[in-house]
């Protein structure tokens, strides 16, 4: 019912930054909780950031807090993700999901995906 797709992955020199963007279609942004996983090779999905479209309340997992900043632009149902202060360690695809109600760490209660996009940092 909810189609993602996500844009502004590429590359970036480590302490530069990067926003990401994610489209929602079918329908509004609003009443979803929307977030941002990254998985890279080897290791398991993992969250990144959260957003209630309702409120606009926002959660971080640990290792983006602080340096990503989760936002949303409801009118044309696009979530972003800016990510600052990049590291080598970062690298990963990240995708955006959404769901019905609160926001979740947990992707497997996520209901719809984008594809992802790649962000490599370089060292």
Known sequence: ????VESGGGLVEAGGSLRLSC?????TF?????GWFRQAPGKEREFVAGIKSNA??????????????????VAKN???????TLEPEDTAVYSCAARWGEISSDY???????????VTVTV
């Open 23 to 27: 489209i929602a279609s079918g329908r």
């Open 108 to 118: 497997g209660q996520y209901h719809y995906w984008g594809q992802g996009t790649q």
């Open 56 to 73: 606009g309340l926002t959660e971080y997992g640990a290792t983006a807090k602080g340096r990503f900043t989760i936002s949303r632009d």
């Open 78 to 84: 696009t979530m972003f993700l800016q990510m600052d």
């Open 30 to 34: 609003y009443s979803y909780s929307m």
């Open 1 to 4: 019912q909810v189609q993602l």
